[in-house]
């Protein structure tokens, strides 16, 4: 089996977990989504007038796309109103206005960790006139990348890879893309799929994709790409509206620009509710909102199925827990990015759980698998790999070092066992800054609410 890819495990940075004295009680209002931000951010900039994104996620990954774009010619004015009431929450909040421009390189982008980055921004560049040069982390260049250049190389464009189908990487763009049919293997990340979709409309005779291969994951991430295309008026069939499966067709047409507040980030609101559930307490995470694409709206379901108790009204919502944890079988394959935390608490359950339908996980910020199961089993747990996810057999936990393989969602995964068995070291706790910086005072906050 493989060792999970990530920095030294020598010179640990380590954050002691704080313990929780007693049932959690606490509201706490989550940052903005990294997918939406990301999505609303490329089509703000692709549009063909200016547009807002309201309360945007400020992270790591977000703040990579920003600065890619500005690269390219973008212009993004950041602003924080004293009074930017809007979409009914009436809280005040930062806002981001897109002035969409001419697309130029030479430019170099630096896509960190970010899969929205890597796989988002080569279409828009090859829409760009000059080259444009992709590099980032190293992680980066072991994340698949062959389904967007084989997808924008059929489709027209000039990619200089050196034959690695990953990165680093050149886009030669010359100002336009021609588009049209491609067929592609999306298997290996749903993200490939978006990335076509997303540029699209700017295609010269706009997409017909089919992805041809194996299953693919994260249809939620795919159902929000389409939404958010639909809302700033492009034209798309899609599946479900009764069309091919696997099939997606996108007219060429000019995009509007949007008015758009960016929902909180229901994935990261994940360790807060599963706190609640493992202790046995109550959070309340405000502005969940009563429609949304985003995966983490399963965790209604899925903590519900695993002893919690889900209401969600006009606070937001609320997950109670009963002070008992059970296990879980759970196809997680549309929502893979919530697995690290469902693992947490499936490892504080009553019985066993097994995760399927998450192999792709492998490729992820580091080889979640292997790094979850090392990690949990590192704590004196027992977990092991199967083909395509985790079977988790509770066992009494002990303290030691979490480490996290420059992996936010690791890192809280740490934190969340750390709250219930004393002495949990979460390595570089930072790296949550990837999709919410604010985690450790978040987290401290919560427990500081503790009635
Ligand atoms: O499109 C998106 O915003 C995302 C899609 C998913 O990627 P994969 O399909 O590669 O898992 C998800 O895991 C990632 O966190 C965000
Ligand atoms: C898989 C994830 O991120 P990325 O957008 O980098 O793929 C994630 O956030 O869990």
Redesign the pocket.
């Known amino acids: 089996m493989t060792e999970p890819a990530g920095h030294a495990l020598t010179a640990p940075d380590l954050w002691t977990a704080p313990l929780a004295e007693g049932a959690v009680d606490a509201t706490v209002t989550v940052p903005g989504s990294?997918s939406v931000t990301n999505r609303a951010l490329v089509l703000a900039a692709l549009a063909s007038e200016p547009g807002w994104v309201r309360r945007p996620l400020r992270s790591r990954?977000t703040l990579l796309m920003a600065g890619a774009l500005r690269a390219l010619g973008t212009r993004i004015e950041e602003t924080v109103p004293s009074n930017a009431s809007h979409g009914g929450t009436g809280e005040t909040g930062e806002v981001w206005r897109v002035v969409p421009a001419g697309l130029h390189g030479p430019v170099t982008v630096d896509v960190g960790?970010?899969?929205?980055v890597m796989r988002f921004l080569p279409p828009v560049a090859a829409l760009a006139d000059g080259p444009v040069r992709f590099d980032g982390d190293p992680r980066a260049y072991e994340r698949p990348l062959h389904g967007v250049i084989g997808g924008l190389r059929a489709l027209g464009a000039r990619i200089d890879d050196e034959g690695r189908g990953a990165l680093p990487m050149t886009v030669h763009g010359s100002g336009a893309l021609a588009g049209g049919e491609v067929a592609i293997d999306a298997s290996s990340s749903s993200?490939f799929v978006s990335a076509l979709l997303l540029s699209a409309p700017r295609f010269n005779q706009g997409l017909e994709l089919r992805h041809t291969g194996g299953r693919l994951p994260s249809m939620p991430h795919i159902r929000m790409t389409i939404e958010m295309l639909r809302a700033a008026g492009a034209q798309v069939d899609a599946p479900e509206d009764g069309g091919a499966p696997d099939l997606w067709r996108v007219t060429s047409k000019a995009l509007l620009g949007r008015d758009l507040v960016v929902e909180p980030d229901l994935s990261n609101a994940q360790p807060f509710l599963a706190a609640a559930l493992v202790t046995g307490g109550r959070v309340t995470i405000p502005d969940w909102p009563e429609h949304t694409t985003q995966p983490g709206d399963a965790l209604r379901d899925l903590f519900t199925r695993m002893g919690g108790r889900c209401v969600l009204d006009e606070r937001g919502l609320t997950l109670t827990g009963s002070g008992r944890v059970h296990g879980i079988d759970a196809d997680l394959s549309e929502v893979g990015?919530l697995t690290p935390g469902i693992a947490a608490v499936a490892a504080l359950a009553d019985s066993e759980s097994v995760l399927r339908g998450v192999a792709h996980l492998r490729l992820?910020?580091t080889d979640r698998l292997a790094a979850l199961r090392r990690e949990i089993n590192g704590l004196g747990g027992d977990v092991t790999e199967t083909d395509d996810g985790l079977r988790i057999r509770p066992r009494p936990l002990r303290g030691g070092v979490f480490h996290t393989y420059d992996d936010?969602?690791l890192a809280t995964a740490g934190a969340l066992l750390g709250l219930v068995v004393p002495d949990v070291r979460v390595e570089d706790i930072a790296t949550t800054g990837k999709?919410l910086p604010d985690f450790p005072d978040l987290w401290h906050g919560m427990l500081g609410a503790r009635a």
């Open positions: 990294k990954d960790n970010a899969g929205t993200q990015e992820h910020e936010h969602r999709t």
